[in-house]
């Protein structure tokens, strides 16, 4: 059995609202193989940046357990979590918003280095920079470039050599390229492969796209009402999907390929609200399949076949 | 009432020759869309694909006259249901647009006016181009409302109450409000959720064939295309490279710019195969190079396709390709063909 670089274990998040407590993360187990990609799929308001962010303390967990590296750092103080953070790293969303638009490339990357000392003197520090713009493809006459002057794609790029200027051994990557055409798109995602093979990177990828979720990632965790509902690896999730909300995800990807007829899943009505969630099942309100069963408690996940878990209470029957 | 509208598929919805869009600036003149065709049959769905850029919402926005200034639209003709459109008044253009031609845009957050109810939104639209009552616009905004799936009680509530697909259903139902025959689309699901997403092309497809609506749906995603349209162009830097029936373009393709976005997107049947990018980026729209606005980026151009652009060039009767490496009757694209 492979070493896990990182272990969560009934990971809350709740915020609090004028409504009530909002279950952002409720109660999410996972871990992650050293220089493996865990890629975790939901619709926009799934819990599933909450959760990237809470991995990095970013947003204090309610409750739960993080362990990377075997360190429990729900337990580290300010200190040694900035230093934990050198190892654990995130890319954003969005390129535009997630760089200072006043520091050139140079600037953005030099900053990261010299206060976290990674590299010190300014000879060293130079070097760095351009050789982290080599690493992730920017050419060097953009070194006193601004973001408003570069392309999404590019932007993304900085993001990256910003994360790798750590020398991390994990990074989420929230949504990296959705923000991106699809040309440049298959750019970053090679990139980010081949960065994954050539320092040995595990990757949390967060994404709400499932052929690139399916193109990158060992395991596959859906999210659904801050919750994962199913989670298996890759392929496993791709040929036998259990859940019906993971079934009804898979149906509705768009193909871009000439199909006379395709059976599609079109589920009724939209996800509910995650205020003080009932104890029942949390798909049931759009599920074809709930019954009595389904609302009486909210189903636990439960291994059906090695490494493939699912949270439904009509598991077998349908 | 599919079967109305299949005796006379032949008629045109909408015709559109040479159109050419350019942003003035003070230094720099943006050449957004550089002579575009469309022919959309009646009943037929044409999507619009192409990149951030390629000028796919310019095309939607001159096809309304709505271009915003320092924009000049320049065009040969342009006529929607035998009308000339180059020659309304603007008196006339306000009737046209939401009962000739109508719009769906990206995003519904901001497409809806937060200070007023969504029923009252729908019959504004009904109103202005009907002669009727208050009460019986309301009940037709009603009636809309229930047609896109929304209850009719909730007429009376304002946008921030509706979760994004619903307020996409809310501007499907003001666009079809006053029955158009052509329905323009932009990127009408980009903002949503897959599931949300698939709800609401299934809720236009069936609109559209009941209505005998022909729709023009413009879209990056392939899958979309595939799943609603009947014919696709390609578009690229302002222009339309490659143009035809849904599988002339997916099953036979010929450009190598649509090759390269196929070969981009991730397969979902083999997830070890490797992407293929198209290296480099879109050309900047106010310095377009001479010859092939692709060539840059494209592994079978050559010197030719650096000095001249590429003429449209006819491979069947329905499949236009404007590529120069055809000039040469054996060259062929790596892509397979399917039937």
Redesign the interface.
């Known amino acids: 059995m492979a070493e896990n670089i990182l272990e969560v274990r009934n990971l809350k998040k709740y915020f609090k609202t004028a409504r009530g407590m909002l279950h952002a993360v409720d109660d999410v187990s996972f871990s992650i193989e050293k220089g493996h990609t865990l890629g975790v799929v939901g619709e926009s308001g799934c819990g599933k940046t909450t959760t990237g962010r809470c991995i990095l303390r970013l947003v204090e967990p309610t409750s739960g357990e993080i362990r990377f590296e075997g360190k429990d750092i729900m337990k580290l103080n300010r200190t040694e979590l900035k230093e934990i953070r050198k190892d654990m790293q995130i890319i954003f969303q969005d390129p535009f918003s997630s760089l200072d638009p006043r520091y050139t490339i140079n600037q953005t990357l030099s900053e990261t280095l010299r206060i976290n000392k990674i590299v010190t003197g300014k000879k060293a520090i130079e070097d760095r920079v351009l050789e982290l713009m080599e690493t992730v493809g920017l050419a060097e006459r953009l070194i006193n470039t601004y973001p408003h002057e570069l392309d999404g794609g590019r932007r993304q790029r900085i993001g990256i050599a910003r994360a790798l200027a750590m020398e991390p051994k994990f990074i989420v990557c929230d949504e990296p390229v959705s923000a991106l055409d699809v040309s440049i798109q298959a750019q970053i995602l090679n990139l980010l492969e081949d960065l994954q093979e050539k320092l040995g990177l595990s990757y949390i990828f967060i994404t709400h796209d499932l052929a690139v979720v399916n193109h990158f990632s060992d395991e596959i965790a859906v999210m659904y009402l801050g919750q994962i509902v199913e989670k298996a690896p890759t392929e496993e999730l791709f040929d036998n999907p259990v859940h019906p909300y993971t079934r009804a995800l898979l149906s509705a990807i768009p193909i871009p390929e000439v199909i006379e007829e395709r059976p599609q899943i079109l589920l009724k009505g939209e996800i509910s609200s995650p205020i003080e969630p009932k104890d029942e099942c949390r798909f049931a309100k759009r599920c074809m399949f709930a019954c009595d069963k389904c609302r009486e408690k909210n189903p636990a996940l439960s291994e059906i076949s090695p490494g493939h878990f699912v949270a439904c209470a009509r598991v077998g029957e349908v | 009432m599919k079967k109305d509208t299949e005796i006379r598929k032949d008629d045109i919805a909408l015709e559109l020759k040479n159109l050419r869009v350019k942003f003035v600036l003070e230094r720099e003149t943006v050449e957004a869309v550089n002579g575009i065709d469309i022919t959309l049959k009646r009943g037929h769905t044409l999507g619009l694909a192409g990149?951030?850029g390629a000028g796919k919402t310019t095309t939607a926005l001159s096809l309304l006259r709505l271009v915003p200034h320092p924009g000049k639209v320049e065009c040969d003709s342009l006529k929607v249901d035998g009308k000339d459109v180059l020659k309304m008044t603007s008196k006339e253009l306000e009737k046209f647009r939401g009962s000739d031609l109508a719009m769906i845009f990206q995003d519904p957050m901001t497409s809806l006016n937060p200070v007023f109810t969504v029923g009252q939104q729908i019959a504004d639209t009904i109103m202005l181009h009907n002669p009727t009552t208050k009460e019986d616009a309301m009940k037709q905004a009603e009636k809309m409302l229930e047609l896109v799936g929304i209850p009719a009680v909730r007429a009376v509530e304002y946008p921030h109450q509706f979760?994004?697909?619903?307020k996409q259903r809310v501007v499907i139902a003001i666009a079809l409000a006053c029955n158009p025959g052509v329905l323009i689309a932009d990127e009408p699901t980009t903002a949503l959720?897959?599931?949300?997403?698939?709800?609401v092309?299934?809720l236009m497809k069936k609109l559209r064939d009941e209505r005998g609506m022909s729709m023009i749906m413009i879209t990056?995603?392939?899958?979309?295309?595939?799943?609603v349209c009947d014919e696709v162009a390609i578009m690229y830097a302002g222009r339309i490279v490659e143009y035809g029936t849904?599988?002339d373009v997916?099953?036979h393709t010929k450009h190598p710019y649509t090759e390269?976005?196929?070969?981009?997107?991730?397969?979902?049947r083999n997830?070890s195969e490797?992407?293929?990018?198209?290296?480099g980026?879109?050309p900047d729209p106010s310095n377009l190079p001479k010859g092939c606005a692709f060539a840059p980026r494209c592994r079978y151009a050559t010197e030719a396709c650096r000095t001249a652009r590429p003429a449209d060039r006819m491979v069947s009767d329905t499949h236009m390709v404007a590529c120069t490496a055809y000039d040469d009757p054996d060259f062929r694209i790596d892509r397979p063909e399917?039937d």
């Open positions: 990149e951030t979760s994004g697909g619903m959720d897959v599931t949300i997403q698939a709800q092309l299934a990056h995603d392939l899958g979309i295309i595939a799943d849904l599988k997916f099953n390269g976005l196929f070969n981009s997107l991730p397969n979902i997830r490797r992407l293929k990018p198209i290296p980026l879109m399917k």
